[in-house]
């Protein structure tokens, strides 16, 4: 029992679980002598947080060296879901919030901003994300076929899943909005001979591929722009458009125009495929506990997550129709698994990679916050407090007359209207 020396402590608190420790301040410890996991706490601050549920809060403890933990991540998340007061996707939900939500939004997402906190977080360095990535550095969802793939395996499948939902054809015009370290802007050249243009605000992410598109000679049907979405061109629409793990970036306030920018990009009849994070619940702009705070600190600023629900509104307001939904949530936690336990097995070389820049406690402050962004993102995933949709949609082409070669008459555009082509 803790809660005589920490007066006022909640109920669900009251007692310890068996596989958890405290060290308090002044030394004295709590807990089984055999816990999994160990907190140590060199601040009673530290302990209010704690019993406030605070969580986001207890995580800066940590990164910011306030607060030691002890155990494999795994284990510290279990560990987590425990100490929460509530469900996180309940909180903060009120029209306040909202309208404060929405404030916030306009004025965190300008074209200025936007590349700062894209380069905040991609441009951290190459080499640490290499650590933990697959060998394509495909920093999003995997997708696996069968329980036995290993990450490359089922990042592979996810990136040819994503061209053969987009029915993609040698010779057409495809776009790829944030294409990070270029894999799918590669694979969809390679394998399915389309010509291909990728956007990117990171200017780490734009020398890579750069460097990939040149070693594979590919330059005269593959580009990589350092452009903003916003700024794209519209003069010659694209037959086929993606947006992989990057609408988290674009804020709610602006998702009205995302989704019209797409919609005026895309030829009419043409496909786009929206895989991005949503959120769990239907109010919440983040996750509570001051777990959303602590992300958009350390790991994401201006990041902002919307329920499938306001997504496929924004979508049809735009003009586009969805014919596709697919929730790959699980398929997320696994794949957050394999990053934090890759990480996890390489934590020294991280140090090392991350001190290169020249503040050994940057260095250190950065290795801590990836480590309970990539396990906590996990766990997040697997609770269900956040979810990942893949959105096909197309722009009606308005001829409901002439159908497309495999396609019926009133389809207006390409898509079959029959998922078997998918999985073939």
Not at 357 to 386: C, H, N, V
Not at 396 to 411: E, I, K, L, R, Y
Request: glycine share 8%; charged share 20%; with cysteine.
């Amino acid at each position: 029992m803790i809660r005589h020396l920490i007066p006022d402590i909640p109920s669900h608190m009251s007692r310890l679980p068996a596989d958890i420790a405290l060290q308090l301040p002044q030394g004295q410890r709590l807990g089984a002598t055999n816990a999994s996991v160990k907190l140590t706490f060199s601040q009673w601050s530290s302990i209010a947080r704690l019993k406030a549920g605070q969580i986001g809060a207890l995580a800066e403890d940590y990164v910011e060296g306030k607060l030691q933990l002890e155990g494999a991540m795994r284990d510290v998340m279990r560990a987590v879901t425990r100490l929460l007061p509530g469900n996180p996707v309940e909180s903060d939900t009120g029209w306040w919030s909202h309208l404060l939500h929405h404030a916030k939004s306009l004025a965190a997402h300008t074209h200025a901003r936007d590349a700062v906190q894209i380069q905040f977080h991609y441009d951290v360095s190459d080499t640490f994300y290499a650590l933990w990535l697959d060998p394509r550095r495909v920093y999003s969802c995997a997708y696996y076929r069968d329980a036995s793939m290993t990450l490359a395996q089922a990042q592979e499948a996810k990136l040819d899943l994503i061209c053969r939902k987009l029915m993609l054809q040698p010779g057409e015009r495809f776009l790829d909005i944030g294409a990070g370290w270029g894999a799918l802007l590669l694979w969809a050249a390679e394998h399915y001979g389309v010509d291909a243009t990728g956007i990117t605000l990171s200017k780490n992410q734009h020398a890579h591929v750069q460097r990939l598109i040149a070693e594979k000679g590919l330059a005269q049907r593959v580009r990589m722009e350092l452009r903003d979405y916003r700024d794209m061109p519209e003069d010659k629409p694209f037959d086929k458009i993606s947006s992989v793990g990057m609408f988290e970036h674009v804020g709610q306030a602006n998702m009205g125009n995302y989704f019209g920018k797409i919609m005026r990009l895309l030829a009419p009849g043409g496909l786009v495929m929206n895989h991005g994070i949503t959120a769990g619940g239907m109010d919440n702009r983040q996750l509570g506990a001051g777990m959303g705070d602590f992300i958009e600190k350390y790991i994401f600023p201006g990041g902002e997550l919307l329920h499938v629900s306001a997504m496929l509104e924004h979508m049809a307001r735009a003009g586009l129709e969805m014919v596709d939904a697919e929730n790959l949530r699980p398929h997320y936690a696994r794949t957050l698994w394999h990053w934090s336990d890759a990480l996890e097995t390489r934590l020294d070389e991280a140090r090392q990679v991350l001190a290169t820049a020249g503040d050994p406690e940057l260095a250190e402050k950065t290795l801590r916050a990836y480590r309970l962004y990539l396990a906590g993102s996990a766990m997040s995933f697997e609770q269900g407090w956040i979810s990942l949709y893949q959105l096909l949609a197309t722009r009606p082409s308005g001829d409901t007359h002439d159908a497309q070669p495999g396609s019926v008459f009133g389809a207006q555009s390409v898509y079959p209207f029959s998922r078997d082509y998918m999985y073939r």
